[in-house]
């Protein structure tokens, strides 16, 4: 079990699937946190209910990671609850499956929006807003790492993201560590809606266990991220995919 008593967590994309899980674990372990969401407010909502029915102390705070302006009142209303931030999560993101010859300019511009501009609006406000010693914790993907077809522009911008990552671990400075994590196939709403059940046993098939994950199993590993545990890791991507890839 790591103590995470002290520390104040915001979780961008966090109403739902991978998110909600991580809001969930990390107020188990004693952490403050903000729950954000774009538009599932109700669901939110629902999160922020279950984590104080346990006696845990969260808030929803609504903004579209892609607007600068609503990111910087994401922080300024965390920090104005709770009096600082110590660890963000980057978890909001979207996928568009198809492939790149059918891809709009619409789900071009729609995927960076969220995926890599939410990214950068985060990371810059956190540059002054996250506190001294602090942790950032972004999201990538296993799939960055196979070549599926239809995953191509969804990749590009994750790929982007390792490397905000990477660049951001060396210039953030104040003992922040900058890390992204990797899942592989996990069984949430985003990444089963549409899939024949034959598509999901044969993603599962790709590792020895047989299975897609669950979103407790990427939870798990973002507790220990943002655990004082986890301070001499910096400038990593680590793959959470049961050895998928």
């Known amino acids: 079990m790591k103590d995470l008593s002290e520390k104040v967590i915001l979780i961008t994309g966090s109403s739902k699937g991978i998110g909600a899980a991580i809001a969930l674990k990390l107020a188990e372990e004693g952490a403050k946190v903000i729950v954000n969401y ?16 346990k006696g845990g102390d969260a808030i929803s705070v609504q903004a579209d990671v892609s607007k600068p302006d609503q990111v910087e009142a994401l922080f300024d209303q965390a920090i104005a ?5 110590d660890v963000l999560v980057n978890n909001a993101g979207i996928m568009i499956t198809k492939f790149i010859k059918d891809t709009t300019d619409e789900d071009f511009t729609r995927q960076f929006d969220i995926n890599v501009r939410g990214v950068f609006n985060t990371l810059r406000e956190a540059s002054s807003k996250l506190a001294d010693n602090g942790s950032i914790i972004n999201f990538s993907t296993t799939v960055n ?34 890390n992204s994590v990797s899942p592989g196939p996990t069984n949430t709403e985003l ?44 400038a990593q991507n680590i ?3 049961g050895g998928m890839a």
């Open 38 to 53: 774009a538009g599932g407010k109700t669901e939110a909502e629902s999160v922020v209910a279950n984590i104080r029915e």
């Open 81 to 85: 609850q709770y009096g600082k931030i």
């Open 145 to 178: 790492r196979l070549m599926l077809p239809t995953y191509g522009t969804y990749v590009a911008t994750k790929a982007a993201v390792e490397q905000l990552t990477r660049v951001f671990s060396k210039e953030i400075g104040r003992g922040i560590n900058v």
């Open 191 to 234: 990444f089963v809606k549409g899939k024949p059940q034959e598509i999901i046993d044969r993603l599962a098939s790709m590792n020895p266990f047989g299975r897609i994950g669950e979103p407790n199993d990427i939870a798990e590993v973002i507790v220990f991220l943002a655990s004082d545990a986890a301070k001499w890791i910096n």
């Open 239 to 241: 793959g959470v995919n």
